[in-house]
Every structure is written in structure tokens, then in C-alpha cells.
């Protein structure tokens, strides 16, 4: 979460997070003694009105890696800007090799996304939202590169803070 202007950090404390699971994936080390398993979960937490979190968890079983996962994510919590259950403006995010395109829709439209990006969407509480994800579909890739395009909406009370303008400025030219 490093790199980006305005991001406000929320402590976990009080909020009510719902917690969703992106995915586990079984992780294998070959050592001299054989093989040795151990799994890696990702998590996407959120309050479902703007605050949202993810977190990797690793371990050799999956409960306390979804454990872990979930510890995490609450400590990488982030406000999102939210416009009557839509976002504020399109964006688009990248990491690695995963690249999000989220776009605000009309309501009663509801979350297209597919899988991880849909989780973080839904977690952040968004309604309605055009989703589209190109390049890798790794959920590790795919849930920063939709945090990076979350990261980077600015509300119109923002813009026309940073611009020193009235908000009416900013609508009206």
C-alpha cells in the first residue's frame, strides 16, 4: 500500500469485517526426507462500506492459514471512495502480470467481476461495477492489481480539495 497519495489507514477495532476467501493453494518443498506439504491462503476482508483488507496466510494445514490470512489482511485495512454503491470513475490496475479494468455502473446493474477481483469488490461494497481482468488470472496477482486500481479513485470532495477549488468548480468548469 506503499506509493500511493491520500490512502487512510483504519484500524481494525469496532468495524464489522466480513472476511472472504480468495483461495488456498497446496505448496510442496522437496527436502531430503521426501516431500513437504504446506498451504497458502489469500483473504479479502471488508466492512462493506468502503473500508477493505487482503492478507496471505501460510502454514502446514489450511484452518490456520486461513487464520493467518485473515490477521493479516485486517492490518492492511484501506478507505475506499464509494459513490452511491458504485465507484466514483473508472480505473485501471496492474501487478505482475494480472491487469483490472473496474468501471462504475448504473444501479441495479450488480457486481460483474469474476472471481478474486468480485470478492474484493463485494468486500468493499460495491453494487454496481463493470469489471474486466486481463493478462494473469493468479488470485495472488489479481487481488493487488484490483487493490492498485481501488488505491488510485479519488472522490470529487478529493479533487477539488487538491486543486483548492469548490466542489462546484470541479463539476462546472
Same mark, same amino acid.
Given at each position: 500500500?506503499?506509493?500511493?497519495?491520500?490512502?487512510?489507514?483504519?484500524?481494525?477495532?469496532?468495524?464489522?469485517?466480513?472476511?472472504?476467501?480468495?483461495?488456498?493453494?497446496?505448496? /510442496?518443498? @522437496?527436502?531430503? %526426507? !521426501?516431500?513437504?506439504?504446506?498451504?497458502?491462503?489469500? &483473504?479479502? $476482508?471488508? #466492512?462493506?462500506?468502503?473500508?477493505?483488507?487482503?492478507?496471505?496466510?501460510?502454514?502446514?494445514?489450511?484452518?490456520?492459514?486461513?487464520?493467518?490470512?485473515?490477521?493479516?489482511?485486517?492490518?492492511?485495512?484501506?478507505?475506499?471512495?464509494?459513490?452511491?454503491?458504485?465507484?466514483?470513475?473508472?480505473?485501471?490496475?496492474?501487478?505482475?502480470?494480472?491487469?483490472?479494468?473496474?468501471?462504475?455502473?448504473?444501479?441495479? /446493474?450488480? @457486481?460483474?467481476? %469474476? !472471481?478474486?477481483?468480485?470478492?474484493?469488490?463485494?468486500? &468493499?461494497? $460495491?453494487? #454496481?461495477?463493470?469489471?474486466?481482468?486481463?493478462?494473469?488470472?493468479?488470485?495472488?496477482?489479481?487481488?493487488?492489481?484490483?487493490?492498485?486500481?481501488?488505491?488510485?479513485?479519488?472522490?470529487?470532495?478529493?479533487?477539488?480539495?487538491?486543486?483548492?477549488?469548490?466542489?462546484?468548480?470541479?463539476?462546472?468548469?
Amino acid at each position: 500500500m506503499q506509493g500511493y497519495k491520500n490512502v487512510e489507514r483504519i484500524k481494525p477495532s469496532g468495524l464489522e469485517l466480513v472476511d472472504k476467501l480468495v483461495g488456498v493453494q497446496r505448496v /510442496t518443498k @522437496v527436502t531430503k %526426507g !521426501g516431500r513437504a506439504f504446506g498451504f497458502s491462503a489469500i &483473504v479479502v $476482508v471488508g #466492512d462493506g462500506n468502503g473500508v477493505v483488507g487482503h492478507g496471505l496466510g501460510k502454514s502446514k494445514d489450511v484452518a490456520s492459514a486461513i487464520a493467518k490470512a485473515i490477521e493479516d489482511a485486517k492490518k492492511n485495512l484501506v478507505r475506499i471512495p464509494l459513490l452511491e454503491g458504485t465507484l466514483p470513475h473508472e480505473q485501471k490496475g496492474k501487478f505482475g502480470g494480472a491487469k483490472v479494468f473496474i468501471k462504475p455502473a448504473s444501479p441495479g /446493474t450488480g @457486481v460483474i467481476a %469474476g !472471481g478474486a477481483v468480485r470478492a474484493v469488490l463485494e468486500s &468493499v461494497g $460495491v453494487h #454496481d461495477v463493470l469489471s474486466k481482468s486481463q493478462g494473469s488470472s493468479n488470485p495472488h496477482n489479481a487481488v493487488k492489481a484490483t487493490f492498485n486500481a481501488l488505491l488510485q479513485l479519488r472522490s470529487a470532495a478529493q479533487i477539488a480539495k487538491q486543486r483548492g477549488v469548490s466542489l462546484e468548480t470541479v463539476f462546472n468548469g
